[in-house]
T-cell receptor, first 110, second 114 residues
Framework: GEDVEQSLFLSVREGDSSVINCTYT??????LYWYKQEPGAGLQLLTY?????DMKQDQRLTVLLNKKDKHLSLRIADTQTGDSAIYFC??????????FGQGTTLQVKP | AAGVIQSPRHLIKEKRETATLKCYPI?????VYWYQQGPGQDPQFLIS???????DKGSIPDRFSAQQFSDYHSELNMSSLELGDSALYFC?????????????FGAGSRLTVL
């Protein structure tokens, strides 16, 4: 079945890099996504990657995909206090809906 | 750019009452999704519509129903409300044939059941 797993918490110092990891089960997923959620707010799309790619870079964000191990990661370079939020990994099902992981809370210390 | 509009943003109801949430998708988007997010939880898929027809169904209670209208807006109707229905309800829309089918989420409707 479809399932997405993430570590629940990550704490980094401002200026360091953050790496958030995710594993998924559906090998037929064509796209994988990263969303950011600030407290009490909606889900903001950060980036997505097509399953035939292994890397995608977008400014401070780098997504790595290991399709063999069904492992996805999001690297945030030069992490800022404004990056503190919950980050959700999601896989797309064949009906288009997204299956979300539990979310990783990123805490950035000054 | 136009976003997904949800109303109301906040709603307080008593147990056993009924609530209706509305969602206005991004213009030209043909698919609408509803999600429920409990406190500290990840968003759980409820139901989706493509071109006004139900396209997928998730863990939506029988007390809930939804539809998409001719103008593509959608409504989620919740009856016999229970305390456990207190959550953030998100609507998202997408353009199915866009390849990546990126879902754009609204700001959410926070339902509190007392």
């Amino acid at each position: 079945g479809e399932d997405v797993e993430q570590s629940l918490f990550l704490s980094v110092r401002e200026g360091d890099s953050s790496v958030i990891n995710c594993t998924y089960t559906d090998s037929s997923s064509t796209y994988l996504y990263w969303y950011k959620q600030e407290p009490g707010a909606g889900l903001q799309l950060l980036t997505y990657i097509f399953s035939n790619m292994d890397m995608k870079q977008d400014q401070r964000l780098t997504v790595l995909l290991n399709k063999k191990d069904k492992h996805l990661s999001l690297r945030i370079a030069d992490t800022q206090t404004g990056d503190s939020a919950i980050y959700f990994c999601a896989e797309r099902s064949n009906t288009g809906k997204l299956i979300f992981g539990q979310g990783t809370t990123l805490q950035v210390k000054p | 750019a136009a976003g997904v509009i949800q109303s109301p943003r906040h709603l307080i109801k008593e147990k056993r009452e009924t609530a209706t949430l509305k969602c206005y998708p991004i213009p030209r988007h043909d698919t609408v999704y509803w999600y429920q997010q409990g406190p500290g939880q990840d968003p759980q898929f409820l139901i989706s519509f493509y071109e006004k027809m139900q396209s997928d169904k998730g863990s939506i209670p029988d007390r809930f129903s939804a539809q998409q209208f001719s103008d593509y807006h959608s409504e989620l109707n919740m009856s016999s409300l229970e305390l456990g229905d207190s959550a953030l309800y998100f609507c998202a829309s997408s353009f199915w044939e866009s390849g990546a089918n990126v879902l754009t989420f609204g700001a959410g409707s926070r339902l509190t059941v007392l």
